[in-house]
């Protein structure tokens, strides 16, 4: 089932711009994955953030979390065109099973 | 990271048939999963493939209508059967490999019933 909820739902942003997304759960967590989707595709791993992680980097991409917020979020920095995409956060409560929030869809405009 | 392939990408169906999607992982992995994405949602978990033995459901999901194999380590099937309109989805696996935390997904089968 879904635990995660996503704001904002939509996000236009200008090429160069940044872009924040939030996602909160419910329940305690082993980690938190982000993933990207183009167009109703297959899911592409983003990062994933464990428990005992506040913050991690991968290229443009930060990732914060909050375990006693239970919320994470997702900065996309110098944003382009080929970042127009779905979002989606997915909790791991230490059984590998993936509850997903519902998605922030982003959209770059050049 | 793992390779994922998924055979059909996409297919269209006539209701009260069946179609068996195939996911074949390019390496040995503990953890097989099949989600289903509806139109417009986010993904939601029906099942875990169990190798050499009966798959996990979750809850709204039933082997009837989801019967799934696993009869190694590499590859999975899910049949979706006696299908209606409302089945019209993506479907996708995902692998979680030994000693790792990431869940990597295959590209998807887009299905159709009409």
């Known amino acids: 089932s879904q635990q995660g909820e996503e704001d904002p739902q939509a996000l236009s942003i200008q090429e160069g711009e940044n872009a924040t997304m939030n996602c909160s759960y419910k329940?305690?967590?082993?980690?938190l994955q982000w993933y990207r989707q183009n167009s109703g595709r297959g899911l592409v791993h983003l990062i994933l953030?464990?428990?005992?992680?506040r913050e991690k980097h991968s290229g443009r991409l930060r990732v914060t979390l909050d375990t006693s917020k239970k919320s994470s979020s997702l900065l996309i920095t110098a944003s382009r065109a080929a970042d127009t995409a779905s979002y989606f956060c997915?909790?791991?409560?230490?059984?590998?099973?993936?509850?997903f929030g519902a998605g922030t869809t982003v959209t770059v405009r050049a | 990271s793992a390779v994922i392939s998924q055979k059909p990408s996409r297919d269209i169906c006539q209701r009260g048939t069946s179609l068996t999607i195939q996911c074949q992982v390019d390496?040995?992995?503990?953890?097989m999963f099949w989600y289903r994405q509806q139109p417009g949602q986010s993904l939601t978990l029906i099942a875990t493939?169990?190798?050499?033995?009966?798959?996990?459901?979750e809850s709204g999901f039933v082997i009837d209508k989801f019967p799934i194999s696993r009869p190694n380590l590499t590859f999975s099937t899910l049949t979706v059967s006696n299908m209606s309109p409302e089945d019209s989805s993506i479907y996708l696996c995902?692998?979680?490999?030994?000693?790792?935390?990431?869940?990597?997904f295959g590209p998807g089968t887009r299905l159709l019933v009409l």
């Open positions: 995902s692998v979680v490999a030994a000693s790792e935390e990431t869940q990597y």
């Open positions: 329940t305690s967590i082993n980690n």
């Open positions: 953030i464990r428990s005992n992680e």
């Open positions: 997915a909790t791991d409560a230490y059984d590998y099973k993936l509850s």
């Open positions: 390496s040995q992995v503990t953890m």
């Open positions: 493939a169990n190798q050499g033995s009966e798959a996990t459901y």
